[in-house]
């Protein structure tokens, strides 16, 4: 018997809901994790895939339950916890990283859908100490306050560079605006670009200038 054991019993018979131990936490994250006691998801291998990503720059191979997500194979496989775990429903923006160059929610997609695929998170952005214009740029803007949703906010920012050098338009360009030059990043676009991640912080006009000094 473990010693949290006849804690979570004592607590039990209180009425009370016992707090689940971490690595009931994570197994209920990833049902394929195995328990330290054997327990674990009893299926075989049919629900499993094995796959390669390059992450970062270095090729990554695992086998995978088919439900798990790109976000919790980032923090949970390979333990790069930048990419956070907001509202799970891609709605939040906490989680983005970069996946061939577009920047995508990472809780919405299925690892074994991107299978050969390149993620870069907020952990290979930089280049070794020598940080990225845009994590620069926030830190000098102090564009950010508890920090949590700032990995995603980075990540996107730089796809939204990306976007606009190759002349995507979004809901604020002009419709007069040529659309095979690189788009202009006024307050307007970058708000409206950015518009995907949250803050409840509020940093959002830091955010805003931060961006701005890279794209200018």
Not at 1 to 27: I, N, Q
Not at 49 to 64: I, K, M, P, R, Y
């Amino acid at each position: 018997m473990k010693w949290h054991e006849p804690l979570r019993a004592e607590v039990t018979r209180f009425g009370r809901t016992p707090k689940p131990t971490p690595s009931e936490r994570l197994l209920h994250v990833d049902p394929t994790i195995r328990r330290e006691d054997g327990g674990g998801d009893p299926r075989g291998t049919a629900d499993r895939s094995a796959l390669t990503l390059n992450v970062n720059g270095t090729e990554q191979t695992l086998t995978l339950d088919h439900r798990t997500t790109v976000l919790d194979t980032l923090r949970h496989h390979l333990g790069l916890t930048g990419a956070k775990k907001g509202c799970d429903h891609g709605q939040c923006g906490a989680c983005t990283v970069l996946v061939d160059g577009r920047r995508a929610n990472s809780c919405l997609l299925l690892a074994v859908a991107y299978d050969g695929a390149c993620i870069t998170t907020i952990e290979g952005l930089a280049d070794g100490e020598r940080l990225h214009p845009l994590q620069q740029a926030f830190l000098d803007r102090d564009a950010l306050q508890c920090g949590y949703c700032t990995p995603g906010q980075v990540c996107s920012a730089v796809g939204v560079l990306g976007e606009a050098a190759e002349g995507f338009p979004s809901h604020a360009t002009g419709h007069d605006a040529p659309v095979t030059a690189p788009a202009h990043l006024d307050a307007a676009e970058i708000r409206e670009r950015m518009s995907g991640n949250l803050c409840r912080c509020g940093a959002y006009p830091h955010i805003v200038e931060a961006i701005e000094d890279v794209a200018s």
